[in-house]
T-cell receptor, first 115, second 109 residues
Framework: GAVVSQHPSWVICKSGTSVKIECRSL??????MFWYRQFPKQSLMLMAT?????????EQGVEKDKFLINHASLTLSTLTVTSAHPEDSSFYIC???????????FGPGTRLTVT | GQNIDQPTEMTATEGAIVQINCTYQ??????LFWYQQHAGEAPTFLSY??LDGLEEKGRFSSFLSRSKGYSYLLLKELQMKDSASYLC??????????WGAGTKLIIKP
């Protein structure tokens, strides 16, 4: 159990376009979902925390207007990278948790390349 | 501030034992997690400790001392596939995970 999927697994887009990444909890209801970004050889960087039906909480330095997060249901959260630039190229990972001890179950990640 | 420290890199030999340490200073504590992350992949859960002591799960064990703000992950009978980064994360006062930078473990034949 506790499977989290992400789609797409990789995407290449042109600078200036927008990309949407989906994160789904397949066999449990996720009260909270997290979005991370990871650059090569660096640790996970939390971007935002989202709870179903409410606005996401963004970490300091993360532009909320650029990284739009929608947590429409207990099983789906989306991250939209708007007006993507090459510096947005990274590995984006979502995670979801349902109850204590609030273990985070990770999706497989989405590798975004902006050309 | 909140801080989690773990060694950047460690090297060990196939079949041996290795201990990866993690020290933390956080506001609030709701448990400590260890995750394994292979290059290019998402992290996978290894262990969770919220009480002092040792938790054993097959070849992997995790230890916690809350009074010392210290944990370690012990890997026995190392296999080449254990080459990965090992991430220590603490669940803080709001249950949000605070991540260490990870320890890259290199296994040599």
């Amino acid at each position: 159990g506790a499977v989290v999927s992400q789609h797409p697994s990789w995407v290449i887009c042109k600078s200036g376009t927008s990309v949407k990444i989906e994160c789904r909890s397949l066999d449990f209801q996720a009260t909270t979902m997290f979005w991370y970004r990871q650059f090569p050889k660096q640790s996970l960087m939390l971007m935002a925390t989202s709870n179903e039906g409410s606005k996401a909480t963004y970490e300091q330095g993360v532009e909320k207007d650029k990284f739009l997060i929608n947590h429409a249901s207990l099983t789906l959260s989306t991250l939209t990278v708007t007006s993507a630039h090459p510096e947005d190229s990274s590995f984006y990972i979502c995670s979801a948790c349902d109850r204590e001890p609030y273990e985070q179950y990770f999706g497989p990640g989405t590798r975004l390349t902006v050309t | 501030g909140q801080n989690i420290d773990q060694p950047t890199e460690m090297t060990a030999t196939e079949g041996a034992i290795v201990q990866i340490n993690c020290t933390y200073q956080t506001s609030g504590f709701n448990g400590l997690f260890w995750y394994q992350q292979h290059a290019g992949e998402a992290p996978t859960f290894l262990s969770y400790n919220v009480l002092d002591g040792l938790e054993e799960k097959g070849r992997f064990s995790s230890f916690l001392s809350r009074s010392k703000g210290y944990s370690y992950l012990l890997l026995k009978e190392l296999q080449m596939k254990d080459s990965a980064s090992y991430l220590c994360a603490v669940s803080g006062s709001n249950y949000q995970l605070i991540w260490g930078a990870g320890t890259k473990l290199i296994i040599k034949p």
